[in-house]
């Protein structure tokens, strides 16, 4: 949903129509936040990977993790970071990011729907996460390849759903 309580577009500060940049992934709706189902879970490692790919060295990451790191020459893209928002900066032609999901609810399997940033086709793979213990993880990646340029930000979003849960991922192209 990104309507307000009124049943209208959500609007930023300059009384425009909200993009993903104003309300991200959504707004947080107490109760269902009790059971999310999924979440993104992230851990040190992952911000020491990402750390890395934006050229820190290990002197500069050491205040962080408090242990010498060393960022290999295969170090995850900026892009990787374990967030549940999914951006592709200036797209040219196509590319792929991974996430990883955890189960933090019921056993089940989630189906993903995509909804298209315009002017761009969007690929999760797998389109389907079979989930059968609290604590599994699973990961998949998301493609963005572009099929006729635009000026500025698309905005598009993927959406994970059990049939009870939808877990909802803001996609940015520009």
Request: aromatic letters at 10%; hydrophobic letters at 35%.
């Amino acid at each position: 949903r990104r309507r307000d309580n009124m049943k209208e577009p959500i609007r930023d500060a300059d009384l425009e129509k909200a993009t993903s940049f104003a309300y991200g992934a959504g707004h947080v709706r107490p109760n269902r936040a009790l059971d999310p189902g999924l979440v993104y879970d992230i851990s040190i490692n992952d911000y020491v990977n990402f750390f890395c790919a934006l050229g820190y060295n290990s002197s500069m990451i050491y205040p962080f993790t408090g242990k010498e790191v060393s960022c290999s020459s295969q170090a995850a893209k900026v892009a990787d970071l374990n967030y549940p928002s999914i951006t592709f900066v200036n797209l040219n032609g196509e590319e792929t990011v991974s996430r990883t999901v955890k189960n933090v609810g019921t056993p089940g399997t989630y189906k993903v729907r995509v909804q298209y940033p315009p002017g761009v086709t969007v690929t999760v793979k797998p389109d389907s996460l079979k989930f059968e213990n609290i604590g599994e993880e699973k990961q998949f990646t998301v493609t963005a390849k572009v099929n006729r340029t635009s000026e500025g930000y698309v905005f598009g979003r993927l959406i994970w759903s059990d049939g009870k849960h939808n877990v909802r991922s803001p996609i940015v192209v520009k």
